[in-house]
């Protein structure tokens, strides 16, 4: 399995240019929660046992890259999650706004960078994004 350094050096090779960066660090945390809000969305406990599988599987790759990194993602996941439950009388229209919003901002940040999106590569970027994302702050790869 890559380190987090790894994955960062990987995923940061088309990610150099500061208008795609300034893009990816507001559209990333866009598309998780999107994602999260729309998980929340699934009628009974079928949406809760797929939220819980689905974040618990996200969680485990973030606590064996870092554990800091896990706890960060944990406390933002939780926070996605309530975001969600406090908008469901429209969380369906909301994250699904938000979701094509965000993308549409992630190809334009692309296309100004001048390379395709890491994730076309390797599916497993899309959980790296936010984690590179919220690296400068908490500094994960330290």
């Given at each position: ?106 190809f334009v940040g692309h296309k100004v ?30």
């Amino acid at each position: 399995m890559k380190t987090i350094e790894q994955w960062f050096s990987l995923y940061g090779e088309s990610h150099q240019n500061p208008t795609n960066i300034k893009i990816h660090k507001v559209a990333v945390p866009l598309i998780y929660f999107s994602v999260v809000a729309l998980i929340t969305a699934i009628p009974g406990l079928t949406g809760l046992i797929s939220l819980s599988v689905i974040s618990l599987a996200a969680l485990i790759f973030y606590f064996m890259l870092s554990v800091k990194l896990g706890v960060v993602m944990s406390l933002f996941t939780g926070l996605c999650i309530y975001v969600a439950y406090s908008i469901s009388n429209y969380v369906i229209e909301i994250a699904v706004a938000v979701f094509v919003v965000a993308w549409i901002f992630q190809f334009v940040g692309h296309k100004v960078e001048g390379k395709k999106p890491s994730f076309f590569d390797d599916l497993s970027f899309l959980l790296i994004g936010p984690a590179w994302v919220f690296n400068p702050i908490f500094s994960f790869d330290k």
